[in-house]
């Protein structure tokens, strides 16, 4: 059973930046560049929102709310993928999730089978 497991999360002052890592351990059938994998973020009394998303080829995608601002990325030899953030806002303030999926790819987290367990980002000064 796939595992994935979140690193990188802390408290930031606006304008500041970071870089969380998604590592997945526990592979059966597929790889870690198989999979597609998806960012997350929630805030308290909010919805879970995509940020960004890398396909098995590459292919990334975000919100409007972190385009220019976020970088997704990845290091199939590390079985790992990377969320840059730079000019973070305090309106970034949530727990992070990476996600994976074979069959989907999108911001939709529905779309998405495996969980991590969340990393805490606070952007205040």
């Known amino acids: 059973q796939l595992q994935l497991v979140e690193s990188g999360g802390g408290l930031v002052q606006p304008g500041g930046s970071l870089r969380l890592s998604c590592t997945g351990s526990?592979?059966?059938?597929?790889?870690?560049?198989?999979?597609?994998i998806g960012w997350f973020r929630q805030a308290p009394g909010k919805e879970r929102e995509g940020v960004a998303c890398?396909?098995?080829?590459?292919?990334?995608n975000y919100s409007d709310s972190v385009k220019g601002r976020f970088t997704i990325s990845r290091d199939n030899a590390k079985n790992t993928v990377y969320l840059e953030m730079t000019t973070l806002k305090p309106e970034d303030t949530a727990t992070y999730y990476c996600?994976?999926?074979?069959?989907?790819?999108?911001?939709?987290?529905?779309?998405?089978?495996?969980w991590g367990q969340g990393t805490q980002v606070t952007v205040s000064s």
């Open positions: 526990g592979f059966t059938e597929f790889t870690m560049e198989d999979y597609a």
């Open positions: 890398i396909s098995s080829g590459g292919s990334t």
């Open positions: 996600a994976a999926s074979i069959w989907r790819y999108g911001l939709n987290p529905d779309h998405y089978d495996y």
